[in-house]
T-cell receptor, first 111, second 110 residues
Framework: QKEVEQDPGPLSVPEGAIVSLNCTYSNSAFQYFMWYRQYSRKGPELLMYTYSSGNKEDGRFTAQVDKSSKYISLFIRDSQPSDSATYLCAMSSNTGNQFYFGTGTSLTVIP | SQTIHQWPATLVQPVGSPLSLECTVEGTSNPNLYWYRQAAGRGLQLLFYSVGIGQISSEVPQNLSASRPQDRQFILSSKKLLLSDSGFYLC?????????FGPGTRLTVL
């Protein structure tokens, strides 16, 4: 079983839609949860990060962690064509010794 | 602020040729450094990481090697490239828990 599972998509939505991206995990040691955005032929950039359970909002983006279900989500409101990218989730233990990425979900927002 | 550089940006090499990819970080001291490979349509595979000068840990056995001759310099090498070495090579650094990536090098082995 993989440490982190992420649906690769691809996901295609119309402009203005709400997008939900998700990851599941099996390791209870994970305490830090991250989302990276990777544009085509570029390096991933850290988009959002959260510690333990709860929600974190940054503009149109909301990161949500449910540790009881071992499930994390990234919501994008009012999606824009510029949001078209691959989104990777990542998780880490407190010490950083266990750090894993999901395989990424490809998102296309159609104008 | 911290900046991470990688070069070259793209590289086309014949099978059996040597390889040297370089990564440098600015604006931080004693970072942890990482080399990842991302094959087409696949996730990030951690190849090597380093916690200090001359300290290299390998995550997967292969014909690649890494070196860290200076605090903020990380080099990925191979003596003889294989077709299977093609991919997108990413260098990353961390000063704590979060990892920050460079722009990547796209390697095509023909």
């Amino acid at each position: 079983q993989k440490e982190v599972e992420q649906d690769p998509g691809p996901l295609s939505v119309p402009e203005g839609a709400i997008v939900s991206l998700n990851c599941t995990y099996s390791n209870s040691a994970f305490q830090y949860f991250m989302w990276y955005r990777q544009y085509s032929r570029k390096g991933p950039e850290l988009l959002m990060y959260t510690y333990s359970s709860g929600n974190k909002e940054d503009g149109r983006f909301t990161a949500q962690v449910d540790k009881s279900s071992k499930y994390i989500s990234l919501f994008i409101r009012d999606s824009q064509p510029s949001d078209s990218a691959t989104y990777l989730c990542a998780m880490s233990s407190n010490t950083g010794n266990q750090f894993y990425f999901g395989t990424g979900t490809s998102l296309t927002v159609i104008p | 602020s911290q900046t991470i550089h990688q070069w070259p940006a793209t590289l086309v090499q014949p099978v059996g040729s040597p390889l040297s990819l370089e990564c440098t970080v600015e604006g931080t001291s004693n970072p942890n450094l990482y080399w990842y490979r991302q094959a087409a349509g696949r996730g990030l595979q951690l190849l090597f990481y380093s916690v200090g000068i001359g300290q290299i840990s390998s995550e997967v056995p292969q014909n690649l090697s890494a070196s860290r001759p200076q605090d903020r310099q990380f080099i990925l090498s191979s003596k003889k490239l294989l077709l299977s070495d093609s991919g997108f090579y990413l260098c990353a650094w961390s000063g704590g828990l979060y990892r920050f990536f460079g722009p990547g090098t796209r390697l095509t082995v023909l």
